[in-house]
């Protein structure tokens, strides 16, 4: 595996971690306030842990079988992806 | 109404968990999801897709060198342990043909009939049909993964996606919000 199939792979499951804490401070938030907003946040963080299991087995498990010249590419959506969800997840805690 | 919304937002703000405590439950729940599913798909064998083939038709009207389109499709590639058998079926209403341009395979389909090779050694295998040679065709054959990527490769077929829970929990909460959100709007 390349280093950027790694890569890809060690951020899709470090986001799946992080969807995985905004959906629950979703939930939390559903809970009290039943903000139709915050049930699109929920729809949005769960698409995006499916998004980021697929990426996780393409590039981890399947690699041998899709062209390695799109790693990189893989990696450069999986690293802003994080660096987008940490901006969120700063401005939800 | 704003200023209940802001202290309601306050409220809860107050009685979130610290963030590293909420990943840790998330890393948790993440990883007692995913590791025996990853154990697990470890021991599994993959018998259904070994036995996986890859279809070619002989195209309704091949004999006519106009047509276009004989083997359909008429270039595949396939992966030994994967789907390394191909089956040509003639759908056409005269015989024909597939011929490999080495030799080592040959057969002749009348109407309706069918023909099945299995490919193990990987290459680049041309063929054509003897009776009408305007019609051609290759197939690309893969070796199979090799064991050292990963320990589920072993068995030469495509690994079992092994974040089924993950992503059963992400539907779920799709689907639940979904219909909150829904019923939240009905209800105006």
């Given at each position: 595996m390349d280093v950027y199939a790694t890569a890809a792979t060690g951020m899709s499951l470090v986001n799946i971690v992080l969807l995985g804490g905004l959906l629950y401070l979703y939930a939390r938030m559903v809970s009290k306030t039943h903000a139709g907003y915050t049930y699109g946040l929920m729809i949005f963080s769960g698409l995006l842990v499916a998004q980021n299991s697929g990426m996780a087995y393409l590039c981890?498990?399947?690699?041998?079988?899709?062209?390695?010249?799109?790693s990189p590419y893989f990696a450069a959506v999986a690293v802003l992806e994080f660096g987008g969800l940490l901006v969120l997840l700063r401005i939800t805690v | 109404m704003a200023a209940r919304n802001k202290a309601a937002s306050v409220r809860i703000k107050r009685r979130l968990p610290p963030p590293l405590v909420i990943v840790l439950i998330a890393s948790l729940a993440a990883l007692s999801v995913a590791i025996p599913a990853a154990i697990a798909q470890g021991t599994t064998t993959v018998g259904t897709i070994n036995t996986g083939v890859a279809n070619v038709s002989i195209v309704?009207?091949?004999?006519?060198?106009?047509?276009?389109?004989?083997?359909?499709?008429a270039s595949i590639t396939v992966v030994i342990g994967v789907n390394n058998t191909v089956v040509w079926t003639n759908h056409d209403t005269t015989n024909h043909t597939v011929v490999a341009v080495d030799n080592s395979y040959s057969d002749t389909l009348a109407p309706g009939q069918t023909f099945t090779h299995t490919y193990t050694t990987a290459g680049v295998y041309n063929y054509h049909c003897t009776i009408h040679t305007f019609m051609m065709g290759s197939v690309k054959v893969l070796a199979a993964p090799?064991?050292?990527?990963?320990?589920?490769?072993s068995s030469g077929g495509i690994p079992e996606f092994p974040f089924e829970g993950v992503v059963v929990i992400a539907v779920t909460a799709v689907v639940l919000a979904s219909y909150l959100l829904v019923r939240q709007t009905r209800r105006g």
């Open positions: 981890g498990f399947l690699n041998e079988y899709y062209n390695w010249q799109l | 309704s009207g091949a004999q006519n060198p106009n047509n276009g389109v004989f083997y359909s499709p090799s064991s050292s990527t990963t320990s589920t490769s």
